[in-house]
């Protein structure tokens, strides 16, 4: 990060050094969290998921699909989200749709969101105000078409 600064955006993180130490801040409440809780995390891997079916009224993918994209690929993309929409009887959100390193959305997208229009999967990219890394200012949110209070 501190030899790519130019691809972030310094208003939320003054500069990497902080980034740094709120990243691990974060680590740090998670891992105590889990040592004083652990019953409230299970273990699951996409792009397939230990839970049921609807389990779910919203489904978070937070740094992690479209951050990756270049050690996932489309069909890994496609079956996770589908498998995402599968524990949700609500909404899915993903965000950010920018790779790392890049400062556009995942290059696949358009295809993507054709593709899950055919597994019954309504994808719309609506703009967030949290912008870190530069063009990463917008989220998938996707719903079954099926439903009629989506938006």
């Known amino acids: 990060m501190r030899s790519h ?16 130490l709120q990243r691990r801040h974060a680590a740090e409440r998670f891992a105590a969290h889990t040592r004083h809780d652990l019953s409230r995390y299970v273990a699951g891997r996409l792009p ?8 779910f009224d919203l489904v978070l993918s937070s740094h992690l699909l479209f951050s990756y994209a270049r ?6 993309h496609r079956r996770a989200l589908i498998e995402l929409m599968r524990v949700t009887h609500g909404e899915l959100r993903v965000f950010p749709l920018v790779p790392i390193g890049a400062v556009s959305r995942y290059p696949r997208l358009d295809a993507l969101l054709a ?4 597994h019954a999967i309504d994808g719309r990219i609506i703009d967030v105000d949290y912008e870190f890394q530069v063009g990463g200012n917008e989220m998938l949110v996707c719903r079954s078409i099926t439903d009629r209070s989506a938006p």
């Open 115 to 118: 593709d899950l229009r055919t």
């Open 71 to 76: 050690d996932f690929d489309y069909d890994f």
């Open 48 to 55: 397939r998921l230990p839970f049921p079916d609807n389990d």
């Open 5 to 20: 600064q130019h691809l972030y955006k310094w208003t939320f993180f003054a500069d990497p050094e902080q980034h740094r």
